[in-house]
Nanobody, 125 residues
Framework: DVQLQASGGGLVQAGGSLRLSCEASGFTFDDYAIGWFRQAPGKEREGVACIGHRDGRTFYDSSLQGRFTISNDNAKNTVYLQMNSLKPEDTGVYFC??????????????????WGQGTQVTVSS
């Protein structure tokens, strides 16, 4: 079974940085994508960024690109989300998920292979 382990959340002041990690295991193929979602209290889940395991192709929520950077270390089977210039509105639970492709990763109809357990990010003003 595909399993994802998210980590790296925490409490940071506005303007600070955090790096989230999503360690993947159980894949028997290499053509897949891993991405990040977040959910703030009282709000719907929203897509943040995703990356293809094989080709490294990335997609971002347009409002976050420039502050957030997704990357992967295939040797460690880990995807990272570097978050800079954090704002209080970035507060929420961040989840990583795996799907077959970056194409349509954030579509509501996507069938995800697995979800990580979520990691809390809190940005204080």
């Amino acid at each position: 079974d595909v399993q994802l382990q998210a980590s790296g959340g925490g409490l940071v002041q506005a303007g600070g940085s955090l790096r989230l990690s999503c360690e993947a295991s159980g894949f028997t193929f290499d053509d897949y994508a891993i991405g990040w979602f977040r959910q703030a209290p009282g709000k719907e889940r929203e897509g943040v960024a995703c990356i293809g395991h094989r080709d490294g192709r990335t997609f971002y929520d347009s409002s976050l690109q420039g502050r957030f950077t997704i990357s992967n270390d295939n040797a460690k089977n880990t995807v990272y989300l570097q978050m800079n210039s954090l704002k209080p509105e970035d507060t929420g639970v961040y989840f990583c998920a795996a799907a077959n492709s970056v194409v349509g990763f954030f579509a509501t109809t996507t069938d995800f292979l697995s979800w990580g357990q979520g990691t809390q990010v809190t940005v204080s003003s």
